[in-house]
C-alpha cells in the first residue's frame, strides 16, 4: 500500500486526496513541535503534511491535531465488556490502539480465550495488539482454568496482533531461574517482553533485566521508577482505577531532571464509570499537563513513545506512511477532544453518544466455564461449606487494612457454633470454589473488617478466577453459588434467601455480552474546551 | 544466553563476576545521566550495573566508560581495505559496530559480494551489520558488473547481519513510482530502509518517506536538516572524508530547539588518513562535544540512538543483557580513549599499535574483475581510444570546478590532429572501460580542468566502478588500463611509456587484500587526555 503509485502522485500534489484535514495545529512527534499544516489522507494513511487539496475537507483551523493514543497496557477483561463493547467506550475520549494482555480470560479459557481476543481485533475501528499472557496458571497454590506452557504460547507467537509475551509477573520465578518461565522468555527472545516486578530492586531488578524484561508498569514509588529507568526498563505510567500512579513516577523523573521518552501511558485496570467520567488515556495525558509538562510530551507518551517501545510500525504519528488515527482537538491544553478518526474513518464527533461497535461472535466454549459441582457427583450441599474450629477456638483471618488492596494474617479467636466457624460481628466466612474443571476443591477461610451483611460472590477472583463467596449465612452463599451457575458467572448479592442483584458476565464468568448502558455524553470535557 | 542460570546468579551477587568494570563515571543512555558505578561482565554480556566483584577487576576509577560507538552508515569500500583490516583501523578509536551498505563491491560482484561481506563479518573483533544495496546498477547509463533485483536481494534479506535495505539513492524512480525500486521497497516492508535523497523536499520528500523510507544522510544544509527531521526521517549526521554535515544539521537542530533523538553518527565514507588523524565516529562525538552539546548526548547519537533506529537488540547502552561493547575513557569531554571492548574482550588499549585482526578468506571471483578485452576479441590497441573531433573542431567537454565534486558541460573547440582530439594544454582524454563483462564498450570524453600531466587509471570510479583512464598520451592510457588488468584493478599513475606508481586493489578492484599500513599510534588524542 505504501508503494502504491496513485498514493505517491497524492503525496507530490500530482492529484487530489481523498481527505485533507485542513489548517490545524499538528504535533510534529518526531520535533516535538506545533506546527500549522495540512494533513492528506488516503487510503487510510496519511500521505503527506504540508500544503493540500482533497475530494474532501475537514476544517481544522482553530483546533489542534494529534495521533491516536495509544494504552500500553491494559486488561480489556477488567472493563468486564468484550473488546467491541470497549472499543465504544474508549474512542471517544481518542484511544486508537489497545495493547491487550488477555491474561485474565486465559486464565479462564486457556487458548481459545487467546484466540478469542485475537479474532476480535479483527472487526474493531481501532487496533487491539495483544502481549500473550506469561503466567497462566498465575499461581501454583489455586487451580486455574488452563496450563499454558511455553509451546502452547509459541502456537499463537506468530500471529499477526501479537507483540510479544505479556507482563512477567512471577519475577521470583525469573530470578531463580526456573525453567519453565525461562522457557517462556526464550520462546520470545527478541520479542516484546513486558515485566510487572513492583517494588524489586538492586540485584534483583538487574537480574529481571538481563533476562529480556523490557517494560514495568508497577512502579508506585518514585525512587522505584528512577531506579527501574536507570537498570533499562521503560516504564509504563499507570493511571487506572484502582492503581494512580502518574503523579509519583512523574514528579520523580521530573525532580531528576530526565526526560520523558523512555515513559509511555497505561491503564492497566480501567472501570467504564472512571472512563466514561475521565476519559481514557486522554486522562494521562490531561494529568501530565496539568502537572505542568510540555503538551508535545504529553502527547508523545500516548502515542509516539509506545509505538516505539512496541515497535508498532505506522502507528504513533503525523507524518507520511502513518495509519490516520487521528485526535481533533478543541483545546490541546484540555486534552478536548472534538473528533476521533481511525484509518482516515470519523469515529465519533463531540455530541454524538457513544459509538455502537458490533463484536465478533463468542464461541460457546467461553460461555460455560462455571462448574461447581463436585467430581464425585454429589450435590453442592452447605455441609461443604463447614469450616470447623479447632480447639482453642482460633483460626487465622484474613484481615482488611481499609484504603489498601493488602490484607494482613491474624490468627484470632473466631464466633462458633458447635465447633464450626458461624460469621458473626465482623467476621465473614470466605470460600472459594475451584469452577474450571469441577474439581469440587473448595477453600474455606475467614475474613475480617469488610463491613458486609450478606452475602457476595463472583467469578472475578484475580488471578485463577475461581468462584469467590464472602457471607454470613451458609444457605446464602450456596444460594450465590448456583445463581452464578446458572447465570454463567459474574456478580451476585444474596441476604435472607434472595438474590438481590445480579451482574451477569457469561462470557468466561469475565465479561458481559453486552455494551455498556450508552450515554450521550461520554465523559465530561468531551468536545468542549475546558476553558470556554 | 539471557536466560542462563549462572548469569542470573551473578547479576544478583550470589556469585562473583568474569570481569568488573570498577568505579568508573558510567554513562547511563536511558537517563542520560552519568553516575559512579560498577558494570559486571560475563559470557559477553553486562549482567549488571551496581556494586560488583568479580575474578577480573579492571579498575576504572577517574575514567568513563560509554557504550562502543556505532557507525549507522558506511560503505566498507570507501576504505579500500577489506572489513578485517578496516576494523583493525576503527577499533582504536572506540567504534565496534559497523552498517555497511556494500554498494560498490555489489555493483561489481553481485551477490557473490554480498555473500563475502556477509561471511566477513562472523570472524570480526567487532560487529558488522548489512543494508542490502538497493541500486545495483546504480544508473541505467553505465553498464556495471551485475544485476540485483528484488528476488535476488530477497533471496539474502532474512541472513543474520541483514538489517534491511540500503540507501535508496534512485529517488526520483521512488516518487515516480518505477516498478523496480517498488518492487524492492515492498521485498523490504517492514524491514529498515535507508535512504539518500540530497535537496530533496516538499511533496517529493512526503512521497519519499511514504515509500518506507526511514534514513537520510546527505543533509548539506540546515533547512534541510530540519525539513527531513520534520517528515520523520531519521537523520544520520555524516562527517566523512569528502562530506563534513555534522556542524550544518547540529547548528540547525540546535537554533531550532530541537532535541537529538531522531540522529545518529555516520561516516559514509571515509579514509584511512582521516580516520588515523581524528578517530572514527569518535570524532563526529568530539566534534558535537566541541559545539557544546552535552557529551551525554554526543554518546547517545553515536549508540543508543543508532542501536534503537535499526533495532539492534542488545546494543547501544550499558545495562542489563546488553553486550558488552565498551569503551573507557580517560577523559570524556575530549574523547581520549583508554581501552577499547567488544563481547567484554579488550580490543586495543592507549599505547598500542593497530591491532592485528584476521579476515575471511578471499574468494577467487573477487579477484577477477577486471576484463577490458573487447568481446570480438581483437587485442585492445590505441586506435580504441582514437576520439574524433566534428567539422567545426567542437566537443562537449567536463569541466571541473575548483573546489566542487560537481562538474559542468561546456561545448568547446578543443585540440586535434587529423581529425582526432589530442590532448594539450588543459585538455585530458577521459576514457571509461567496461571492465565487468569484457563487452569492449567505451567511452570517450573531454576534461579540462584537472591540471594533471600523464595519466591516472582506476577501477575505483563510483558507482558502476568500470576503468576509467584520463591522460595526455594514448599510448600512456593503454598502458595503464594493462597495468590495472595486470594486478586486477586499483590506481595507477603513467607517463612517458613508464608506470610511476600502482595500488594494486585487487579485491573487485576496490580493496587491498593487505592490512593498511601499520602505525604506532592510531590517532592523535588515542589514550591521552586533551586537558592533561
Given at each position: 500500500m505504501m508503494t502504491d503509485r496513485r498514493l505517491l502522485e497524492m503525496a507530490q500534489g500530482k492529484r487530489p486526496v481523498e481527505t485533507v484535514f485542513r489548517g490545524a495545529e499538528v504535533l510534529n512527534v518526531f520535533t516535538g513541535e506545533w506546527r500549522r499544516e495540512d494533513v492528506a489522507v488516503a487510503s487510510g494513511v496519511i500521505v503527506g503534511v504540508g500544503r493540500y487539496t482533497g475530494e474532501e475537507e475537514v476544517d481544522c483551523r482553530g483546533k489542534a491535531l494529534v495521533p491516536g493514543f495509544i494504552d500500553a497496557h491494559l486488561h480489556v477483561e477488567s472493563s468486564?465488556?468484550?473488546?467491541?463493547?470497549?472499543?465504544?467506550?474508549?474512542?471517544?475520549?481518542?484511544?486508537?490502539?489497545?495493547?491487550?494482555?488477555?491474561?485474565?480470560?486465559a486464565n479462564v479459557c486457556g487458548l481459545a480465550g487467546l484466540r478469542y481476543m485475537l479474532d476480535a481485533a479483527y472487526a474493531l475501528p481501532l487496533s487491539l495488539f495483544v502481549m500473550l499472557p506469561s503466567c497462566v496458571p498465575a499461581t501454583r497454590w489455586e487451580q486455574g482454568g488452563a496450563v499454558l506452557g511455553a509451546d502452547a504460547l509459541s502456537s499463537l507467537r506468530d500471529?499477526?496482533?501479537?507483540l510479544g509475551l505479556g507482563e512477567v509477573m512471577d519475577f521470583p520465578a525469573v530470578c531463580t531461574g526456573e525453567r519453565g518461565i525461562l522457557e517462556k522468555l526464550e520462546a520470545f527472545a527478541g520479542r516484546m517482553i513486558d515485566g510487572h516486578a513492583p517494588m524489586l530492586s538492586s540485584g534483583g531488578l538487574q537480574a529481571y533485566r538481563l533476562a529480556g524484561i523490557e517494560t514495568d508498569h508497577e512502579c508506585s514509588d518514585g525512587e522505584e521508577a528512577l531506579e527501574k529507568l536507570r537498570a533499562g526498563f521503560a516504564?509504563?505510567?499507570?493511571?487506572?482505577?484502582?492503581?494512580?500512579?502518574?503523579?509519583?513516577?512523574?514528579?520523580?523523573?521530573?525532580?531528576?531532571?530526565?526526560?520523558?521518552?523512555?515513559?509511555?501511558?497505561?491503564?492497566?485496570?480501567?472501570?467504564?464509570?472512571?472512563?466514561?467520567?475521565?476519559?481514557?488515556?486522554?486522562?494521562?495525558?490531561?494529568l501530565a499537563i496539568e502537572m505542568g509538562f510540555p503538551a508535545a510530551d504529553a502527547y508523545r507518551m500516548a502515542?509516539?513513545?509506545?509505538?516505539?517501545?512496541?515497535?508498532?510500525?505506522?502507528?504513533?504519528?503525523?507524518?507520511?506512511?502513518?495509519?490516520?488515527d487521528l485526535v481533533l482537538l478543541d483545546d490541546r491544553e484540555a486534552v478536548a477532544v472534538h473528533a476521533v478518526y481511525t484509518g482516515g474513518v470519523c469515529r465519533w464527533k463531540a455530541g454524538e453518544p457513544i459509538p455502537c461497535v458490533k463484536g465478533s461472535p463468542i464461541?460457546?466454549?467461553?460461555?460455560?466455564?462455571?462448574?461447581?459441582?463436585?467430581?464425585?457427583?454429589?450435590?453442592?450441599?452447605?455441609?461443604?461449606?463447614?469450616?470447623?474450629?479447632?480447639?482453642?477456638?482460633?483460626?487465622?483471618?484474613?484481615?482488611?487494612?481499609?484504603g489498601q488492596i493488602n490484607t494482613r494474617r491474624s490468627d484470632q479467636k473466631v464466633p462458633q457454633r458447635d465447633g464450626y466457624f458461624s460469621a458473626g460481628g465482623d467476621f465473614l466466612k470466605a470460600a472459594v470454589l475451584e469452577r474450571h474443571h469441577a474439581t469440587g476443591r473448595i477453600g474455606l477461610g475467614v475474613v475480617r473488617g469488610l463491613g458486609l451483611r450478606g452475602t457476595a460472590a463472583s467469578t472475578v477472583a484475580?488471578?485463577?478466577?475461581?468462584l469467590i463467596v464472602l457471607g454470613d449465612r451458609d444457605e446464602d452463599m450456596l444460594l450465590a453459588v448456583r445463581e452464578l451457575e446458572r447465570c454463567g458467572g459474574g456478580y451476585t448479592l444474596v441476604r435472607d434467601g434472595r438474590v438481590l442483584a445480579t451482574l451477569p458476565l457469561p462470557v468466561a464468568g469475565l465479561m458481559t455480552d453486552r455494551p455498556a448502558h450508552p450515554a450521550v455524553r461520554p465523559f465530561p470535557g468531551a468536545g468542549r474546551s475546558r476553558r470556554a
Open positions: 468486564m465488556l468484550t473488546p467491541a463493547a470497549l472499543a465504544a467506550e474508549v474512542l471517544p475520549s481518542g484511544t486508537t490502539a489497545l495493547i491487550a494482555d488477555p491474561h485474565e480470560i500471529a499477526p496482533q501479537v516504564i509504563l505510567v499507570r493511571e487506572g482505577s484502582a492503581a494512580h500512579n502518574l503523579h509519583t513516577i512523574l514528579s520523580a523523573v521530573r525532580a531528576a531532571g530526565l526526560g520523558t521518552e523512555r515513559l509511555a501511558f497505561c491503564t492497566d485496570d480501567k472501570h467504564i464509570e472512571d472512563i466514561r467520567r475521565d476519559g481514557h488515556i486522554r486522562h494521562n495525558i490531561r502515542s509516539w513513545n509506545p509505538a516505539r517501545l512496541y515497535n508498532l510500525q505506522g502507528y504513533g504519528a503525523i507524518g507520511p506512511g502513518y495509519r490516520a464461541p460457546a466454549a467461553l460461555r460455560d466455564t462455571v462448574h461447581v459441582r463436585p467430581a464425585a457427583g454429589r450435590p453442592l450441599g452447605v455441609e461443604c461449606l463447614a469450616l470447623p474450629v479447632p480447639k482453642g477456638g482460633v483460626l487465622p483471618v484474613i484481615e482488611l487494612i481499609p484475580h488471578d485463577s478466577h475461581n
